[in-house]
Each structure stands twice: as structure tokens, then as C-alpha cells.
């Protein structure tokens, strides 16, 4: 066996001998589905009346579950699921619970072969029709007496993707089996789904619809208190941490999932920072490092039109213009195309993708009037020069804006 690094073993004792913050930090994952959950039992309820049909023999109604991102729908899916599983072990019914994140699994193939692999048959990852595939799980369904319900989270990314197609043959699949049984619930964020799907799939899908608003503060701070009782080791938060995390995520839609990743992130720091306490500093800090991180992701996914505009931008701003407007971001963009090769895009298209970078927060912009002339907008960065650089120049994988890296535009020449 190799002999061990000493250096790296004393980095090994020196976080294992730091003070420890977390008893179980998968308590705040947004994954974790704990055994109770605050402010939700008229939803138990409900999903529980339709689901015990389960067992007794019968068919459950499709179920459409729909509000905001962190509102507590999967949450509240899975756990009454789960429960029903329970149950109906060592019934005559076997029940077979498949949950599915349609974000990670949005197309028709990859659905069908997941639901085939959860009843142990076997599908290529690529290379049969898809109908095929359909064919192999409906067959393999209907083998037995089994009853197998169906959680399709985030269901408008399968349908944003790969259109009806599916979702429809699922909703439809009652009709086809002879011995077996199934019933989907459907769930989604985007309260707009419904009027995009099929009027077809929608009256398959929302036999039974359940909304969930929003966490109010207060319910935050309930769901914020139970988890950390579960994550942390006593006395090493102080209470206003619970407070603190609460009120950020009710001013960010009552979002569950982000106040939980914000307490864990604020123990986290307090971890790496060696301290046997987490206070609202470390709050404060981890909401920071967040926003800087999701910007990060946000500029690294935009395509690399979006990242000429905005680097025009940058461009203008760190060579010294004190006000830059619409006109000035188009000439120093349309520079930078003959430069690197780019198709160089119309000044509306290009106002679309300010738009874009405004929506997100990157830069900010105030509408001018110039009189007879028109209007255009004055505009500046919301976020530090050197994130701008960091990501769009030092990390772009193409290559090209590297080669503008210090270019100064003609209209700010001596």
C-alpha cells in the first residue's frame, strides 16, 4: 500500500479535530423527506383520501399537484407515497411506487426505460422506437396484478422537451391493461403548464388537483427549527440563524428549498471556518456566496451572443465610460464580431438579450428620452467587473472573447 501524504493526513486532522457543527446535514437537503411536515396536513390529507383507493383494491385518480418551486410537493408526494407503499406490503395487490425527476429524465425514451428497469426489464440506453419501449412496459405491467403509481416531478420539462407524447400514452394506459393498474401524479412549478399541454392529457392528468402556496414566514421558520433540531448538534446555532433564513426565503416566494440550502450552507462556513458556532453572519455570508454562485451558472449557460452584449458592456465600463448607452453597447458589439467571427445580430435582437441580462439581474438600465431623436436606455453592471471577467473571458470554453480580452473599443480612442 502506498505511504500517505503527511501533508495531506494533517489537513485530514486538522477538520477532524475542528469543532463539529452537523449531526446529519442530509437533514437539509432538499431531497430529505422527514417523517412529519409542518403546515401541510390538509395536502396529506387529501392525497392520502385519494390514494387509499391503493388499498382496497382500486384504482387511484391521477393527481396534478402544481405551485411554486419550494411549496412542498414533492415533499408531500413522496411521504404519503411512501406510506401507502407501506401498507400495502404483504397485501394480494402488489403496489409498485416509481418516482421520476423529469428534469434529469426528459425525454419519451428515457421515461419508458426507467419505468421498464422498475419492473426488471431490460431497454438499451439508446437504439429501439419508442413505441417499442412502450410496448415492453405495458406488457411487463400487465404481467401481473400490480398496481404501480407513478410521481412525474417537474412534468412541464418532459413536456417543454419531448412534447405529449408520453404523458399522454400514461394517462391513456388504463385502457390497454387487462391485470394490472396504473395512476400517475403529475408535478409542477410552472403555473403556467396547464394551459400548454393537451386539453386531452390535462383532463388525464388533473382527475384530482391539489395547489400549494407559498411558506409564509412563520411557516419557514417551523420547517427551518424542525430540520436543524435534526442537522445540528445542540447549541451551535443561535436562534436568530432560524429567524434570519426565514425571513430571506419568504421575501424569495416562500421558497422551502432555499431557506433549508441557505441554513446548511451558513453551518457549512461555519465548519470551514473552524468555529463551534453558526451565527447570522455566516447568514449573510452564505447568501452572498449563493447569488454569486447561481450568477456564475446563469453566465456560463448564456449563449455566446448573450455573452458578446454583455462583454461589450464590461468593455465600455472598465475603459472608463461613464455612461453607456444602447447605441454604444451595439457599435462596440458589432466590433467584436469582425474580430472573433461572429454573426453579428439586428440592435432589436440585441435589446432582447439586454432584456435578458436586466431580468436576471446582471446589469441594470434606465429608459432616456432623447426628444425628437427618440429613446434609448443608459445601462451599467449590477454585479463586480471582475466576475464578468472571470466568467465570460478567463472560462469561456470557445475561446473567442479571450481574443478581446483587452480591447478597447474605437469610440473611446484618443
Known amino acids: 500500500m502506498d505511504t500517505p501524504s503527511p501533508k495531506v493526513d494533517a489537513m485530514i486532522d486538522k477538520y477532524l479535530e475542528a469543532p463539529q457543527i452537523f449531526k446529519n446535514r442530509e437533514a437539509l437537503n432538499h431531497s430529505f423527506v422527514p417523517d412529519e411536515l409542518p403546515h401541510r396536513d390538509k395536502h396529506l390529507d387529501r392525497m392520502v383520501s385519494i ?3 391503493a388499498l382496497r383494491g382500486g384504482t387511484p385518480s391521477n393527481i396534478f399537484l402544481y405551485g411554486k418551486t419550494g411549496a412542498g410537493k414533492t415533499a408531500v408526494a413522496r411521504l404519503v407515497l411512501r406510506a401507502i407503499a407501506s401498507k400495502g406490503r404483504g397485501t394480494n395487490m402488489p403496489l409498485i411506487p416509481s418516482y421520476i425527476n423529469c428534469n434529469q429524465f426528459s425525454t419519451n425514451y428515457s421515461i419508458l426505460r426507467k419505468l421498464c428497469k422498475k419492473i426488471d426489464i431490460e431497454v438499451p440506453f439508446t437504439g429501439l422506437p419508442t413505441d417499442e419501449v ?3 412496459f405495458r406488457d411487463g405491467l400487465d404481467s401481473a396484478e400490480q398496481l404501480m403509481i407513478i410521481i412525474l416531478d417537474e412534468v412541464d420539462k418532459l413536456v417543454n422537451k419531448s412534447g405529449n407524447d408520453v404523458l399522454y400514452d400514461l394517462t391513456r394506459m388504463k385502457v390497454d391493461l ?3 393498474r396504473v395512476s400517475l ?5 410552472d403555473l403556467r403548464f396547464k394551459s400548454q399541454i393537451d386539453p386531452r392529457v390535462l383532463s388525464s392528468l388533473s382527475e384530482e388537483e391539489l395547489f400549494f402556496a407559498p411558506y409564509k414566514a412563520t411557516e419557514l421558520q417551523t420547517i427551518l ?3 436543524a433540531k435534526m442537522a445540528f448538534h445542540p447549541g451551535v446555532y443561535d436562534y436568530g440563524v432560524i429567524t434570519l433564513c426565514a425571513a430571506i426565503g419568504a421575501r424569495e416566494h416562500g421558497d422551502a428549498r432555499r431557506a433549508l440550502h441557505l441554513l446548511k450552507v451558513s453551518g ?7 468555529l463551534n458556532k453558526v451565527t447570522e453572519d455566516h447568514v449573510k455570508q452564505a447568501r452572498n456566496h449563493i447569488e454569486q ?3 456564475n451558472t446563469f453566465l456560463e449557460t448564456l449563449p455566446i451572443q448573450s455573452k458578446t452584449v454583455l462583454h461589450s458592456i464590461y468593455l465600455l465600463e472598465v475603459n472608463g465610460k461613464k455612461e453607456i448607452f444602447s447605441g454604444d453597447v451595439y457599435d462596440v458589439y458589432s466590433e467584436i464580431c469582425g474580430i472573433v467571427g461572429l454573426d453579428r445580430l439586428t440592435l432589436r435582437r440585441i435589446s ?10 446582471i446589469i441594470s438600465a434606465q429608459e432616456i428620452s432623447r426628444g425628437r431623436y427618440g429613446r434609448t436606455r443608459r445601462m451599467q453592471l449590477s454585479i463586480p467587473q471582475e466576475q464578468v471577467k472571470k466568467v465570460l473571458v478567463e472560462e469561456d470554453k470557445t475561446g473567442r472573447l479571450k481574443q478581446v480580452i483587452d480591447f478597447v473599443p474605437t469610440l473611446l480612442r484618443p
Open 51 to 53: 390514494l387509499i383507493s
Open 268 to 274: 457549512e462556513l461555519a465548519e470551514t471556518q473552524k
Open 352 to 361: 432582447d438579450f439586454v432584456n435578458e441580462l436586466i431580468m436576471h439581474g
Open 134 to 136: 412502450y410496448s415492453r
Open 293 to 295: 454562485k447561481t450568477i
Open 178 to 180: 387487462e391485470r394490472a
Open 225 to 227: 427549527e424542525q430540520r
Open 185 to 189: 401524479i403529475g408535478i409542477t412549478n
